[in-house]
């Protein structure tokens, strides 16, 4: 691979089997929680990518032990739901993961922490979170005064009690929040005013909270009570495989026609970007699972009208899927791409329309109409990891497509292009 570009070569894989990295949400999570136990936990099957390293190391800035072994083992020291917290100000880069969750562990900190990030990340929005923490008595402020960080949060006090958040550009706020509420004196009574959106994620924090011994209870997606006064349970946490990043190696059966199979994911995972396998049954493929893992045989491609606003980081890649589909694919409600690594409705628009295609944004929506003749081009990844891996399986169907920055990968799977070059034959 190339240090600034990679070309892809055109290939129909067939009876491929890959192996992915973790989860890089479960990974966030468990760090997280882990550090709030009640003792050591080791994580094993840990991401090991920019910005769940990111995490770790914010995690040691503000008081906790987190020793890295290097190959997805990490040994956190739980303080009970205690954080000293951080004296010099957390570098998170551009893990929106990690600054909503930590901003609002730094709730718990024994004294004021300061968060900031990249250029990018000064762009995204976090006045939500901040105002729900101001509610429980938890100084929170913007510096800049945008609701962008860096963000300055005050520690000291835990008296947690009822607020109301709106989730609709981001359910992280909403993780975050019950992340911490355990560890206040009442807890947290959480009214969502608006969204959520992405709410797969939500059931995956809540599914952290019930495995680590932490009670709680909601009503639809508009009410979440945690009672307070809980302890993480410390011990052995596994980390599954990350399905949003096994979605470029399914999508590479999809548009080629040919055969990929990803070990040790199972069709049970809470993880909601596991979603995108129905769409695709929708458009034409064929979806096996066995105790092994999941496989995905291509088919004819055709349309689809569908609501993503649950599987937001699944729409560049269903969009380049939908781009060899007969017919016009609507993806809708998409909004909040617009805050993330960088603006991807735009970017994924205007890529696809680099190469040929006829994409338009309308609204909150994506219109895509397959079929094309498409050709090759250099695609701008704009610093995005989920850019450069889309954008890769639309390569093996088009012949001169190249990647700039290939790098930008390191964000959650490091070794992406040494695992794709099994696909390319």
């Known amino acids: 691979m190339s240090e600034a570009l990679f070309e892809v070569r055109t290939h129909r894989p067939e009876n491929i089997r890959v192996r992915i990295p973790g989860s890089k949400s479960y990974t966030h999570r468990l760090l997280?929680?882990?550090?709030?136990?009640?003792?050591?936990?080791?994580?094993?099957?840990?991401?090991?990518?920019?910005?769940?390293?990111?995490?770790?190391?914010?995690?040691r800035q503000m008081g906790i032990s987190v020793k890295d072994h290097g190959d997805g083992r990490m040994d956190v020291e739980g303080r009970g739901g205690r954080l000293p917290g951080a004296s010099e100000v957390v570098f998170l880069a551009n893990s929106g993961t990690s600054m909503r969750l930590l901003s609002a562990i730094a709730g718990l900190g024994e004294k004021t922490s300061t968060l900031d990030g990249n250029a990018r990340m000064r762009q995204r929005p976090l006045g939500d979170l901040?105002?729900?923490?101001?509610?429980?008595?938890?100084?929170?402020?913007?510096?800049?005064?945008?609701?962008?960080?860096?963000?300055?949060?005050?520690?000291?006090?835990?008296?947690?009690?009822?607020?109301?958040?709106?989730?609709h550009l981001s359910s992280q706020y909403l993780s975050g929040l019950l992340l911490m509420a355990p560890c206040l004196e009442q807890g947290l009574d959480i009214t969502v005013?608006?969204?959520?959106?992405?709410?797969?994620?939500?059931?995956?924090?809540?599914?952290?909270?019930?495995?680590?011994?932490?009670?709680?209870?909601?009503?639809?997606?508009?009410?979440?009570?945690?009672?307070?006064?809980?302890?993480?349970?410390?011990?052995?946490?596994?980390?599954?495989?990350?399905?949003?990043?096994?979605?470029?190696?399914?999508?590479?059966?999809?548009?080629?026609?040919?055969?990929?199979?990803?070990?040790?994911?199972?069709?049970?995972s809470v993880q909601g970007d596991l979603g995108l396998l129905g769409i695709f049954e929708k458009m034409g493929c064929t979806v096996t699972s066995d105790s092994h893992g999941i496989c995905v045989r291509g088919g004819d491609l055709c349309s689809v009208d569908v609501d993503m606003g649950d599987m937001p980081d699944m729409v560049p890649?269903?969009?380049?899927?939908?781009?060899?589909?007969?017919?016009?694919s609507y993806i809708r409600n998409v909004a909040h791409l617009r805050e993330k690594e960088c603006d991807r409705l735009s970017a994924v628009a205007t890529e696809l329309n680099r190469m040929g295609g006829s994409v338009r944004i309308v609204g909150d929506d994506l219109e895509i109409d397959g079929g094309c003749p498409l050709h090759g081009a250099r695609i701008h990844t704009y610093d995005d990891h989920r850019m450069a891996m889309c954008f890769s399986v639309a390569g093996l169907r088009v012949p001169g497509v190249v990647i700039e920055n290939p790098a930008c990968v390191a964000k959650s799977f490091p070794n992406f292009f040494d695992v794709f070059a099994r696909v390319m034959g």
Not at 317 to 328: D, I, R, S
Request: proline share 6%; net charge neutral.
């Open 193 to 268: 005013t608006r969204g959520p959106v992405s709410r797969p994620y939500i059931k995956m924090t809540l599914e952290i909270l019930k495995k680590m011994g932490v009670s709680f209870s909601s009503e639809g997606d508009t009410r979440y009570r945690v009672p307070g006064g809980q302890t993480y349970r410390a011990g052995n946490y596994q980390v599954e495989p990350d399905a949003s990043n096994a979605s470029y190696f399914f999508a590479a059966a999809a548009v080629t026609g040919g055969s990929v199979c990803v070990e040790g994911l199972s069709l049970g």
């Open 317 to 328: 890649t269903l969009a380049v899927v939908a781009a060899f589909a007969k017919g016009t």
């Open 130 to 167: 901040l105002d729900a923490l101001g509610q429980v008595g938890i100084p929170a402020r913007s510096l800049p005064e945008t609701g962008c960080p860096p963000v300055v949060i005050g520690g000291g006090s835990r008296r947690g009690g009822a607020l109301s958040i709106a989730c």
């Open 32 to 59: 997280i929680a882990a550090a709030l136990a009640d003792g050591p936990s080791e994580v094993s099957g840990c991401l090991r990518s920019e910005d769940t390293l990111l995490t770790a190391e914010a995690l």
